[in-house]
T-cell receptor, first 115, second 114 residues
Framework: GDSVTQMEGPVTLSEEAFLTINCTYT??????LFWYVQYPGEGLQLLLK?????DKGSNKGFEATYRKETTSFHLEKGSVQVSDSAVYFC??????????????FGQGTILTVHP | DSGVTQTPKHLITATGQRVTLRCSPR?????VYWYQQSLDQGLQFLIQ???????AKGNILERFSAQQFPDLHSELNLSSLELGDSALYFC?????????????FGSGTRLTVV
C-alpha cells in the first residue's frame, strides 16, 4: 500500500537557519503530495501542495518540489523564524482504486526554532 | 478559524462508556473525513463520507461508527471505550470526494478515557 517516510526528528534550529525536512513516498500511479503543519493545540493546516511531477509548491517562504524520479517531496525554508516551531507532516493522496479521499501521512517532524 | 467545526473540544469519560463527536464541515464542502491522532499510531484515517454516503473506510474499529446527515454534518460514535482510545480525533472536509488538492481540518476533539 501507499506509505510516507519523513526524516526522524526532532529538529532544533536557530532563528534564520536553513531548514530541510526530508520526505519520501511509496505509491502507485500519480499521487498528489502535501505538507501540513500543526501548531501546538491546533488542527492541521495545509502548508503547500503539488499535484504532478516537477510541480513546486510554495507558501510562507516554504517550498517543496515533487520529484517522481526519487519519489521525494522535501520541505525547505531559507530562513526559519521562532513562529515556525510546529510539527510538520508530509502526506499523499492517491485517488485510484478504493483510496478515494484518504490521505496517508508520515509520522511528523517536530521543529523547534530558538531565538 | 478553518471553517470546520468540531465539538466538544475536550471529553473525559470512563472505560466502557459511549461518546459522540460532532463535526460541521466547511460551507459548501460535501465530503467529511475522520482521523485519529495518537502518539504511537500517528495520524490514522478512519472513514470518509460524501454527500451522506460512506465512501471509504480505513482503520476504524467495529466499536466505532459514523454517519453523515442530510445537512452534511457528521458524527463519530465511539462505544465500549478503552484506555487505548484516548487520542485526538480530527474531522476534515473537502468540496469533492477526492483528496487531490487536500482538505481542511478542524481543531480536533481530545478524548481522554480514564
Amino acid at each position: 500500500g501507499d506509505s510516507v517516510t519523513q526524516m526522524e526528528g526532532p529538529v532544533t534550529l536557530s532563528e534564520e537557519a536553513f531548514l530541510t525536512i526530508n520526505c519520501t513516498y511509496t505509491a502507485t500511479g500519480y499521487p498528489s503530495l502535501f505538507w501540513y503543519v500543526q501548531y501546538p493545540g491546533e488542527g492541521l493546516q495545509l502548508l503547500l501542495k503539488a499535484t504532478k511531477a516537477d510541480d513546486k509548491g510554495s507558501n510562507k517562504g516554504f517550498e517543496a518540489t515533487y520529484r517522481k524520479e526519487t519519489t521525494s517531496f522535501h520541505l525547505e525554508k531559507g530562513s526559519v523564524q521562532v513562529s515556525d516551531s510546529a510539527v510538520y507532516f508530509c502526506a499523499l493522496s492517491n485517488a485510484g482504486g478504493t483510496s478515494y479521499g484518504k490521505l496517508t501521512f508520515g509520522q511528523g517532524t517536530i521543529l523547534t526554532v530558538h531565538p | 478559524d478553518s471553517g470546520v467545526t468540531q465539538t466538544p473540544k475536550h471529553l473525559i469519560t470512563a472505560t466502557g462508556q459511549r461518546v459522540t463527536l460532532r463535526c460541521s464541515p466547511r460551507s459548501g464542502d460535501l465530503s467529511v473525513y475522520w482521523y485519529q491522532q495518537s502518539l504511537d499510531q500517528g495520524l490514522q484515517f478512519l472513514i470518509q463520507y460524501y454527500n451522506g454516503e460512506e465512501r471509504a473506510k480505513g482503520n476504524i474499529l467495529e466499536r466505532f461508527s459514523a454517519q453523515q446527515f442530510p445537512d452534511l454534518h457528521s458524527e463519530l460514535n465511539l462505544s465500549s471505550l478503552e484506555l487505548g482510545d484516548s487520542a485526538l480525533y480530527f474531522c476534515a472536509s473537502s468540496v469533492d470526494g477526492q483528496a487531490r488538492y487536500g482538505y481542511t481540518f478542524g481543531s480536533g476533539t481530545r478524548l481522554t478515557v480514564v
